[in-house]
């Protein structure tokens, strides 16, 4: 599975920003798809992610600004930031996952970089 995510860039506080990414070469059944995020010097964090129903689930640090959404048809997933703070500075992935072999796969694409200033 190949991910390409775009839309990142640079904003002001308040600002909004969306994120695309879509995958391709999947031979599984992608089943939840999602947004992580990485601050220099800090982890990874995953921020929101969506089943294959639609349910989201998001970080209780985003809860209100982002929405996940996700369009099956155009393998894509999207991430709608709003209200954009300072402290959303950072490369943003997209990650899908599978099962092969009966075993849970997450693939992470190359990040996009969210900076926002105060």
């Known amino acids: 599975v190949q991910l390409q995510a775009s839309g990142g860039g640079s904003v002001q506080a308040g600002g909004s920003l969306r994120l695309s990414c879509t995958y391709s070469?999947?031979?599984?059944?992608?089943?939840?798809m999602g947004w992580g995020r990485q601050a220099p010097g800090k982890q990874r964090e995953t921020v929101a992610t969506?089943?294959?129903?639609?349910?989201?689930d998001y970080a209780d640090s985003v809860k209100g600004r982002f929405t996940i959404s996700r369009d099956n048809d155009k393998k894509s997933v999207y991430l709608q930031m709003n209200g954009l703070k300072p402290e959303d500075t950072a490369v943003y992935y997209c990650?899908?996952?599978?099962?092969?072999?009966?075993?849970?796969?997450?693939?992470w694409g190359h990040g996009t970089q969210v900076t926002v200033s105060s």
């Open positions: 969506i089943t294959t129903r639609g349910v989201t």
């Open positions: 990650y899908v996952s599978f099962h092969s072999d009966f075993r849970p796969v997450t693939r």
């Open positions: 070469r999947n031979m599984f059944k992608i089943e939840d």
